[in-house]
Nanobody, 114 residues
Framework: QVQLVESGGGLVQAGGSLRLSCAVS????????MGWYRQAPGKQRELVAA???????NYADSVKGRFTISRTDAKNTVYLQMDNLVPEDTAVYYC????????WGQGTQVTVSS
C-alpha cells in the first residue's frame, strides 16, 4: 500500500508562484511513476506533470516552462513548483502514483485570481 498526502495549495494572484508537496509513505520503492493531476470545475482530470522511477519527466503543454516537478532522493516527497500562474491553472491538484495499482491523494485547491 502507498499513501499520498498533498499540501501547499492556496490563493495566489496571476503571475505568482506556489509549491505543492506530496508526502509519500508505504511501499515507496515499488512505485514506477509519481505525478500531479488537476481537475477544474466541469472538466476532466488531466495530467499536469509526472516523474518516472528513472527521473524522466513529462509535462502538459499548458504548463511547460512554468511548472517543475521534482522529488527527494529518498523518493518520499514529490514537489510541483508552479511559477507564472494564470487563472486557467485554478483547479484541485491531486498527487498520483502507481505500481500495479493507482494511488491518489485527497487533493489540494489552487486558486489563481486575475
Amino acid at each position: 500500500q502507498v499513501q499520498l498526502v498533498e499540501s501547499g495549495g492556496g490563493l495566489v494572484q496571476a503571475g505568482g508562484s506556489l509549491r505543492l508537496s506530496c508526502a509519500v509513505s508505504g511501499n515507496i520503492f515499488s512505485l514506477k511513476q509519481m505525478g500531479w493531476y488537476r481537475q477544474a470545475p466541469g472538466k476532466q482530470r488531466e495530467l499536469v506533470a509526472a516523474i518516472t522511477i528513472d527521473g524522466n519527466t513529462n509535462y502538459a503543454d499548458s504548463v511547460k516552462g512554468r511548472f517543475t516537478i521534482s522529488r527527494t532522493d529518498a523518493k518520499n516527497t514529490v514537489y510541483l513548483q508552479m511559477d507564472n500562474l494564470v487563472p486557467e491553472d485554478t483547479a484541485v491538484y491531486y498527487c498520483n502514483a502507481f505500481n500495479w495499482k493507482i494511488y491518489w491523494g485527497q487533493g489540494t485547491q489552487v486558486t489563481v485570481s486575475s
